[in-house]
């Protein structure tokens, strides 16, 4: 509680009485200072209690009218006019001001030394710091306790509320909430982000105090061994106390302490996991023994899974970092891995839009653009075939322009699928397809790529020659040595569907094989 001019003035034995300015009563004094000068303000730092005996007042109404707004204007806490020495009274101009300013004076009779107001305060202060630091250190047990109860990072965060009477959030390096208490505090989420994307906050290493929703925001960065890993933000409406930053600076180092060993448990679950998920789609281990391994790691072996596959700029390792961070926010057990130029995940999810929302939240924690495709719902035996479709669907996202693609929607890739061998899938795009390649390695020829224009535009030929930026002669030129070629005809609704089909293997066969690059060399 800060001390008041009107608790002084109330204070026992001391022998002072407000005349004027009873408004401002309610000024907090944040410290005393005694001065004669006219202009003291130069001294000043806003917040004071400034004692005088008059002599820098001034002798005419108008000096000292002038006198006082100087006070008003430095945000002082109030004066306290001395009288007996340069005043028998205090000047009448200088109480009808502070009545119109709303400024407390108050009259200090001789008799009353400047030193007895100067310990009240300070006693007063002393004991506020006291009660501060006592007050700060059992919010500190509380918090420490929480951490060694094993609540984590949930129960640092709600410690931390109840002890200031306000909220707590953290928040991750992407925005996305980590915890927060109460639950409704969440709400300030976007509030924060938006602050800590400003420009005041770039490279944030200390607190930022913010005012925004009706309430007093402080954000600091949690750092663990050198790097930020987090931002804890803590608001209430009323102004954010010494007690309340205290308490959070202790909160943060706690939070750092927590996030430090969640890094290093993640660490050693990705690479537990990365290695379940290997030794599955190597066939390492008998169906037993998979099926106690993955309860173990909390999925229902009686539940079909999904195989993710996601591909961006980062590397897949870069990659399984962030669907570990987006994933261990869920419920559900998952499993990750990077093989070849892809990240895998493993999940069970019921969300219609779970591959698209993964996507997303991997694209927000890396850079450039992150592509996703999902194979089938598939039995945990059975993950090789989940691996492949998601692979195919992955190379659809390629080849298409998509963002994200499930496999089951990939009617003609389920088709050629079913043909199970990628040998037979070869066989039948060349037998379609290779009297083309062999004309335009002969002739540098553009056959290949204006088939796969003129079909992807339903046959029609403006369209796809605007896209291949060639006269439309020039097309169906290339069209008709397509038929002299290979035999077919392109008005033929089924020799169209077999072109079709067998770019189509192409590009499932662009995807390449399911097993890793060390197990096709064995």
């Known amino acids: 509680m800060a001390f008041t001019v009107a608790d002084l003035l109330s204070r026992p034995g001391l022998d002072v009485r407000l005349v004027g300015g009873s408004e401002g009563s309610s000024n907090a004094i944040r410290w005393v200072h005694v001065s004669e000068l006219e202009d003291p303000t130069?001294?000043?730092?806003?917040?004071?209690?400034?004692?005088?005996?008059?002599?820098?007042?001034?002798?005419?109404?108008?000096?000292?009218?002038?006198?006082?707004?100087r006070l008003v204007e430095a945000r002082l806490a109030g004066l306290g006019f001395g009288t007996g020495f340069s005043f028998a009274k205090v000047p009448k101009a200088l109480a009808d001001a502070a009545d119109r300013e709303g400024f407390p004076l108050f009259e200090v009779p001789y008799d009353v030394p400047f030193i007895a107001i100067t310990e009240a305060v300070f006693t007063r202060m002393g004991a506020e710091q006291y009660d501060v630091l006592q007050r700060s250190l059992e919010a500190e047990h509380t918090l420490t306790r929480a951490v060694l109860e094993g609540e984590g990072v949930d129960g640092v965060i709600a410690a931390l509320s109840k002890a200031t009477e306000g909220w707590a959030v953290l928040m991750d390096l992407h925005g996305a909430l980590v915890a927060a208490a109460p639950k409704s505090a969440a709400g300030h989420t976007s509030l924060l982000w938006s602050e800590l994307q400003s420009p005041h906050a770039e490279g944030l290493r200390f607190s930022l105090s913010v005012v925004g929703g009706g309430h007093h925001i402080a954000i600091q960065p949690v750092s663990a061994q050198g790097r930020v890993e987090a931002f804890l933000s803590v608001g209430k409406k009323e102004a954010l106390s010494q007690f309340d930053r205290i308490v959070s600076s202790h909160a943060v180092s706690l939070l750092a302490i927590e996030l430090t060993k969640a890094r290093a448990v993640a660490e050693a679950e990705r690479r537990l996991k990365g290695d379940v998920l290997d030794q599955l789609l190597r066939g390492a281990l008998d169906p037993g023994e998979a099926a106690a391994t993955l309860q173990r790691l909390g999925f229902d072996s009686d539940r079909p899974m999904a195989v993710i596959a996601l591909s961006g700029a980062e590397p897949p390792e870069a990659l399984c970092r962030a669907i570990e961070e987006v994933l261990a926010r869920r419920s559900g057990a998952f499993l990750s891995s990077a093989w070849d130029d892809v990240a895998l995940a493993v999940v069970q999810h019921d969300d219609e839009g779970f591959l698209a929302e993964l996507r997303s939240a991997v694209a927000a924690r890396v850079a450039g653009p992150v592509l996703a495709g999902s194979g089938s719902p598939v039995a945990f035996d059975d993950l090789t075939q989940g691996v492949r479709e998601a692979r195919y669907a992955l190379q659809v996202c390629r080849s298409e322009g998509r963002l994200q693609a499930q496999f089951a929607d990939l009617g003609t890739y389920q088709l050629l699928l079913s043909l199970q061998d990628p040998e037979a899938l070869r066989t039948f795009a060349d037998s379609v397809l290779a009297p083309l390649d062999r004309y335009d390695r002969r002739h540098g020829g553009e056959l290949l790529p204006s088939l796969r224009a003129f079909l992807e535009r339903n046959a029609r030929w403006e369209t796809a020659a605007k896209e291949l930026l060639v006269h439309r002669h020039t097309l169906r030129?290339?069209?008709?040595?397509?038929?002299?070629?290979?035999?077919?005809?392109?008005?033929?609704?089924?020799?169209?569907?077999?072109?079709?089909?067998?770019?189509?293997?192409?590009?499932?066969?662009?995807?390449?094989d399911p097993r890793p690059a060390a197990a096709r060399r064995g």
């Open 477 to 512: 030129y290339r069209m008709r040595k397509v038929e002299e070629l290979s035999g077919r005809n392109l008005s033929s609704a089924r020799d169209r569907m077999e072109f079709f089909l067998a770019l189509r293997a192409r590009d499932m066969l662009a995807s390449g």
């Open 42 to 69: 130069q001294w000043l730092k806003g917040g004071e209690l400034l004692l005088t005996t008059g002599m820098g007042v001034g002798a005419t109404p108008a000096r000292q009218r002038t006198y006082l707004r």
